[in-house]
């Protein structure tokens, strides 16, 4: 049972190029999550996904896009790559039964763009 | 539309001493709570939740939380700190089913814990 993983750990883009980071989860869940880390401002939600064929936005959905199409992927899409996109990347998932309503999160993506 | 408040971005603990992380949260309806541990490098861990019933939680690694609804707070305390306990720490509400946030997760902006001999 690998739990979340993500692909690749680290990346560095040049301004206009895109990209696809890979998430994947093995434990069935049917919420799957792409958040953004940046220092000091906690995670902001970018797309998640109540199961496969169902997307939404969350906070912060500029310059990106998602698809859903099995319940085990969730691949994030950046076109046209910007420096403010400079971030760290998680996927998280979750079951959201009442009896283990938690996120299990992915080791991150950590993604340079210059 | 509900809202999560960490304060203090850094906190410096003796080993030894009490480990001591606030939160606030605002909602309209009973929320529930999470803290989340992340070390260098590495993913969010849950390290407690609270969703109904006792509003003491204990978690991993000797955290505790308790619940407080007079006060919309949930703050994170262990007794001793240890100096593995150096890390980010993240508070988040969710809301329950039926509200249109089902599902969502809201983080606070983290705390960091420096721990020194």
């Known amino acids: 049972n690998a739990g979340v993983t993500q692909t690749p750990k680290f990346r560095i883009l040049k301004i206009g190029q895109s990209m696809t980071l890979q998430c994947t989860q093995d434990m069935n869940h049917n919420y799957m999550y792409w958040y953004r880390q940046d220092p000091g401002m906690g995670l902001k939600l970018i797309y998640y996904s109540v199961g496969a064929g169902i997307t939404d936005k969350g906070e912060v959905p500029n310059g990106y896009n998602v698809s859903r199409s099995t319940t085990e992927d969730f691949p994030l899409r950046l076109e046209l790559a910007a420096p403010s996109q400079t971030s760290v990347y998680f996927c998280?998932?979750?079951?959201?039964?009442?009896?283990?309503?938690?996120?299990?999160f992915g080791p991150g993506t950590r993604l340079t763009v210059t | 539309a509900q809202s999560v408040t960490q304060l203090g971005s850094h906190v410096s603990v003796s080993e030894g001493a009490l480990v001591l992380l606030r939160c606030n949260y605002s909602?309209?309806?009973?929320?529930?709570l999470f803290w989340y541990v992340q070390y260098p490098n590495q993913g969010l861990q849950l390290l407690l939740k609270y969703t109904t019933g006792a509003t003491l939680v204990k978690g991993i690694n000797g955290f505790e939380a308790e619940f407080k609804k007079s006060e919309t707070s949930f703050h994170l305390t262990k007794p001793s700190a240890h100096m593995s306990d150096a890390a980010e720490y993240f508070c988040a509400v969710s809301l329950s089913i039926g509200t249109d946030s089902w599902g969502k997760f809201q983080f606070g902006a983290g705390t960091q814990v420096v721990v020194t001999p």
């Open positions: 998280a998932s979750s079951r959201l039964a009442s009896s283990s309503y938690e996120q299990y």
């Open positions: 909602s309209s309806v009973p929320p529930y």
